[in-house]
T-cell receptor, first 117, second 118 residues
Framework: GDSVTQMEGPVTLSEEAFLTINCTYTATGYPSLFWYVQYPGEGLQLLLKATKADDKGSNKGFEATYRKETTSFHLEKGSVQVSDSAVYFCALSDPSLIKAAGNKLTFGGGTRVLVKP | NAGVTQTPKFQVLKTGQSMTLQCAQDMNHEYMSWYRQDPGMGLRLIHYSVGAGITDQGEVPNGYNVSRSTTEDFPLRLLSAAPSQTSVYFC?????????????????FGQGTRLTVV
């Protein structure tokens, strides 16, 4: 079945540092890829997404590129802020299954990021 | 905008008790799901629904029941609580993006229910 693997945390950074969170996936179909963010005490929010090879998703200074050849979707931000402290989840869904199975998401284990002033 | 609303936010149960976690969405979304979040394991799918009257099992369905009598509501029932069900539970909803064939379908999550079974 489908699976998502992301680097374990916690990742501790200083403000303005560069952030990379690695994410790789295995999928039988041609998945859509997502990064979700969970701030303390809250539910998950969509951060960015990409639906086909070489697509770049971006939002709030974060970027991730859909790399089909390496089955990866690494998240990057050039200069983090304290407010970026959160848990980040990489996820995929298979659009070909959506009618039969709804929008089922397969998640990675999450990476906790702590940004210090 | 209410979005996806879960109640309660916190709950403590004794082993063997039953309870229902409520989930409601006001976006007229077809798809609804329940996930549990455990440390280091991400979110795992418990049950899902593709529309009113239609439900199916996800990855970890044992010990849970669901029903979908209306588009808006998707309650999760714990039949006989066990300590292994201590977790944070999230309800999510999404729509069918027919224009993109489902490619850009974003899931909207509730704020979660933290359940402890003692």
């Amino acid at each position: 079945g489908d699976s998502v693997t992301q680097m374990e945390g916690p990742v501790t950074l200083s403000e303005e540092a560069f952030l990379t969170i690695n994410c790789t996936y295995t999928a039988t179909g041609y998945p859509s890829l997502f990064w979700y963010v969970q701030y303390p005490g809250e539910g998950l929010q969509l951060l960015l997404k990409a639906t086909k090879a070489d697509d770049k998703g971006s939002n709030k200074g974060f970027e991730a590129t859909y790399r089909k050849e390496t089955t990866s979707f690494h998240l990057e931000k050039g200069s983090v802020q304290v407010s970026d402290s959160a848990v980040y989840f990489c996820a995929l869904s298979d659009p070909s299954l959506i009618k039969a199975a709804g929008n089922k998401l397969t998640f990675g284990g999450g990476t906790r990021v702590l940004v210090k002033p | 905008n209410a979005g996806v609303t879960q109640t309660p936010k916190f709950q403590v149960l004794k082993t063997g008790q039953s309870m229902t976690l409520q989930c409601a969405q006001d976006m007229n979304h077809e798809y609804m799901s329940w996930y549990r979040q455990d440390p280091g394991m991400g979110l795992r799918l418990i049950h899902y629904s593709v529309g009113a009257g239609i439900t199916d099992q996800g990855e970890v369905p044992n010990g849970y029941n669901v029903s979908r009598s209306t588009t808006e509501d998707f309650p999760l029932r714990l039949l006989s609580a066990a300590p292994s069900q201590t977790s944070v539970y999230f309800c999510a909803s999404s729509y069918s993006n027919r224009r993109t064939g489902g490619l850009n379908t974003e899931a909207f999550f509730g704020q979660g229910t933290r359940l402890t079974v003692v």
